[in-house]
C-alpha cells in the first residue's frame, strides 16, 4: 500500500467517535461502550492517526470537537450504517417481528425510507410500527413492548448516538414579530421535555410571552406555525417550507441541542434490531 494512502476507519472506532462526541467525556463514552478509558484513548489515538488530523480540542472538563471533529461527525454514521449493511450481505434471511417505536417529530421521509427499505431487504420480517412522543418510548422498551425505538433528549440518553439536532425559533413565512407585545408561543401540550424547551429559554432572558396555541402533536404543532398563529421551537429538520427560521437578530434566545438515541430492548433478536437500527440510521442521514 501506497505510504500517502489512508486506512479507512474501523467499526470499533468510528463508534467510538461518536460516543465521545456525544458525551464530551471520555469516561463517560467508556462506560456507554462498556470498555475502559484507557482502551477508549488509544482507540481515539488510533483514528486520529488514521485520519492525519485531531478531532477534539482537549480542556479540563471533557473534550469537544473541533472543526475537523465536526465536519467528520455526520460521516461517522453513514459510514457505520455503511459498514453494517456490506457485512450483512451473505448473511442469511432474518425472519420474525419487531415493534419500533418512531418520534413523531420524524418527517414523513424518515419514516417512510427506514421502514419501507427494513421491508425491502427483510421480507421475512413482521414489523410493527408505533409514532409518538419519544418520553414513553424507553419505558415501553423496558417492559418490552417496543423492541427498539428512537429517543430523544436535551442530553445524551443510554443507547446508540443517533444524531444531535439544532432546536430552531421557526414562525409562518409571512409572520412579522412585534417586539411590543408578548411573544405569542405556539406550544407542545404533553408531558415531555421538548414542552418546557420555548418558555423556559425566553423566561432565563426575560422576555415575555403568552401562549397562543397548544397542541399534542407536532404536525398539528407545524400547521399551527404555518398558518401564522404564533412562534414555535422545532428541531431543526422538522422546518418546513412553510416557515422560515428566526434568526439572532429576531432578540430570541439560544436554544439547546436535540439528543437523539437508538435504544435497544436487551433481550430483543439481534439481527432484526441491528438491521433496523441501520435503516433508521440511513434514513436520517439522507435527510
Given at each position: 500500500m501506497n505510504k500517502f494512502e489512508r486506512v479507512p476507519p474501523s467499526?470499533?472506532?468510528?463508534?467510538?467517535?461518536?460516543?465521545?462526541?456525544?458525551?464530551?467525556?471520555?469516561?463517560?463514552?467508556?462506560?456507554?461502550?462498556?470498555?475502559?478509558?484507557?482502551?477508549?484513548?488509544?482507540?481515539?489515538?488510533?483514528l486520529e492517526e488514521t485520519l492525519r488530523v485531531p478531532l477534539f480540542d482537549r480542556h479540563a472538563r471533557g473534550m469537544t470537537l473541533n472543526d475537523k471533529g465536526r465536519q467528520f461527525l455526520?460521516?461517522?454514521?453513514?459510514?457505520?450504517?455503511?459498514?453494517?449493511?456490506?457485512?450483512?450481505?451473505?448473511?442469511?434471511?432474518?425472519?420474525?417481528?419487531?415493534?419500533?417505536?418512531?418520534?413523531?417529530?420524524?418527517?414523513?421521509?424518515?419514516?417512510?425510507?427506514?421502514?419501507?427499505?427494513?421491508?425491502?431487504?427483510?421480507?421475512?420480517?413482521?414489523?410493527?410500527?408505533?409514532?409518538?412522543?419519544?418520553?414513553?418510548?424507553?419505558?415501553?422498551?423496558?417492559?418490552?413492548?417496543?423492541?427498539?425505538?428512537?429517543?430523544?433528549?436535551?442530553?445524551?440518553?443510554?443507547?446508540?448516538?443517533?444524531?444531535?439536532?439544532?432546536?430552531?425559533?421557526?414562525?409562518?413565512?409571512?409572520?412579522?414579530?412585534?417586539?411590543?407585545?408578548?411573544?405569542?408561543?405556539?406550544i407542545q401540550h404533553r408531558d415531555y421535555w421538548w414542552r418546557d424547551i420555548p418558555s423556559m429559554a425566553l423566561e432565563a432572558v426575560g422576555k415575555d410571552w403568552k401562549p397562543s396555541y397548544r397542541s399534542s402533536s407536532f404536525s398539528s404543532l407545524r400547521a399551527t406555525i404555518r398558518a401564522g398563529l404564533g412562534v414555535g421551537v422545532l428541531p431543526a429538520g422538522s422546518v418546513d417550507a412553510g416557515m422560515r427560521v428566526l434568526a439572532a437578530a429576531d432578540d430570541l434566545p439560544p436554544l439547546p441541542l436535540a439528543h437523539r438515541v437508538i435504544m435497544v430492548r436487551a433481550d430483543a433478536p439481534k439481527a432484526l434490531t441491528s438491521a433496523m437500527a441501520a435503516a433508521i440510521q440511513e434514513a436520517v442521514q439522507r435527510r
Amino acid at each position: 500500500m501506497n505510504k500517502f494512502e489512508r486506512v479507512p476507519p474501523s467499526n470499533d472506532l468510528l463508534k467510538t467517535f461518536v460516543e465521545i462526541a456525544e458525551s464530551e467525556n471520555l469516561t463517560l463514552a467508556a462506560t456507554r461502550l462498556n470498555r475502559t478509558q484507557s482502551a477508549i484513548s488509544v482507540q481515539l489515538r488510533k483514528l486520529e492517526e488514521t485520519l492525519r488530523v485531531p478531532l477534539f480540542d482537549r480542556h479540563a472538563r471533557g473534550m469537544t470537537l473541533n472543526d475537523k471533529g465536526r465536519q467528520f461527525l455526520p460521516a461517522a454514521p453513514r459510514a457505520l450504517a455503511e459498514l453494517q449493511r456490506t457485512t450483512a450481505l451473505f448473511d442469511q434471511p432474518i425472519t420474525g417481528s419487531i415493534a419500533v417505536g418512531i418520534p413523531d417529530d420524524f418527517d414523513d421521509m424518515i419514516l417512510e425510507t427506514a421502514l419501507a427499505e427494513f421491508a425491502a431487504q427483510n421480507p421475512g420480517v413482521e414489523i410493527t410500527a408505533q409514532s409518538g412522543c419519544t418520553a414513553h418510548f424507553p419505558d415501553a422498551v423496558k417492559r418490552g413492548e417496543l423492541d427498539i425505538a428512537v429517543c430523544s433528549g436535551p442530553q445524551s440518553l443510554p443507547g446508540e448516538a443517533l444524531s444531535v439536532e439544532r432546536s430552531v425559533w421557526v414562525c409562518g413565512l409571512s409572520y412579522v414579530l412585534d417586539s411590543d407585545t408578548p411573544l405569542p408561543l405556539a406550544i407542545q401540550h404533553r408531558d415531555y421535555w421538548w414542552r418546557d424547551i420555548p418558555s423556559m429559554a425566553l423566561e432565563a432572558v426575560g422576555k415575555d410571552w403568552k401562549p397562543s396555541y397548544r397542541s399534542s402533536s407536532f404536525s398539528s404543532l407545524r400547521a399551527t406555525i404555518r398558518a401564522g398563529l404564533g412562534v414555535g421551537v422545532l428541531p431543526a429538520g422538522s422546518v418546513d417550507a412553510g416557515m422560515r427560521v428566526l434568526a439572532a437578530a429576531d432578540d430570541l434566545p439560544p436554544l439547546p441541542l436535540a439528543h437523539r438515541v437508538i435504544m435497544v430492548r436487551a433481550d430483543a433478536p439481534k439481527a432484526l434490531t441491528s438491521a433496523m437500527a441501520a435503516a433508521i440510521q440511513e434514513a436520517v442521514q439522507r435527510r
